[in-house]
C-alpha cells in the first residue's frame, strides 16, 4: 500500500524536490531550517550549522521540523465552526503539491484537528480525498466524472484551512486574494 502523499503523485526526484521546495516555503524564516529532496529517497532537512536529518516521507519531515521548535510560517490555530470551504483556482501540479505538504503540516501541528479535503488532479480523471485525523492523514484516490479544479475543505475549521492554503499555494496573478 502506497503513502498517503504517493496517492497524489508518485516519489520521483522532481515531485520530491517539488514537496521540498514547497516545505521550505511554509516553514517560519526565523527557524533557520531548509528542506530539500535527498535523492529519490525522501528529504533532508537541515538546520543553521549543517546538522541534517533524513525524513522518507512528509509525516517524518514535519515530525522533525516539530522537534526543533519549528512551525508553518504564520500559521493560526484551526477552529471554529463545522462548515465546507473552496480554494480555487487550483489546476496545476505546484497547487496539488503545496496541498499535500499543507496537509502533513496540519497533521503534525495540529493532531486534534479533523479536516476532509477533496483534491482535484487536473492530469487525470479523478480527485483525491485527503483525511486529517488524530495527526494522522490518509488518502484515497477516487473518479470523477467531470474535472474539479478546486480543493473542498470540510471540518472544525476549514475557514482558516482555506485561508492558510490560499496563503501557501503558489501565486496566479489575479487570482489570489
Known amino acids: 500500500m502506497p503513502r498517503w502523499e504517493d496517492v497524489l503523485a508518485p516519489p520521483t526526484r522532481a515531485v520530491l524536490a517539488a514537496r ?7 516553514l517560519e524564516p526565523a527557524s533557520g531550517l531548509r528542506v530539500r529532496a535527498w535523492l529519490s529517497a525522501g528529504y533532508l532537512v537541515a538546520d543553521r ?4 536529518v ?14 526543533r521548535g519549528a512551525r508553518p510560517a504564520g500559521w493560526r490555530p484551526l477552529g471554529g465552526v463545522q462548515t465546507t470551504e473552496f480554494v480555487e483556482p487550483y ?10 505538504v499543507w496537509c502533513a503540516a496540519v497533521a503534525r501541528t495540529e493532531p486534534d484537528a479533523h479536516l476532509e479535503l477533496t483534491l482535484p488532479d487536473p492530469a487525470r480523471s479523478r480527485v483525491v480525498r485527503v483525511t486529517i485525523a488524530s495527526g494522522t492523514v490518509r488518502a484515497t484516490a477516487l473518479a470523477a466524472p467531470e474535472p474539479v479544479t478546486r480543493v473542498r475543505i470540510d471540518g ?3 475557514a482558516e484551512a482555506a485561508h492558510h492554503l490560499r496563503a501557501r499555494t503558489p501565486d496566479t496573478p489575479g487570482t489570489r486574494p
Not at 57 to 66: C, E, F, K, S
Open 156 to 158: 472544525a475549521g476549514a
Open 54 to 67: 533524513h525524513a522518507a516521507d512528509l509525516d517524518t519531515l514535519w515530525r522533525a521540523v516539530a522537534e
Open 49 to 52: 550549522v549543517g546538522r541534517t
Open 20 to 26: 521540498g521546495a514547497a516545505a521550505g516555503r511554509l
Open 91 to 100: 489546476d496545476d501540479d505546484r497547487d496539488l503539491t503545496a496541498a499535500a
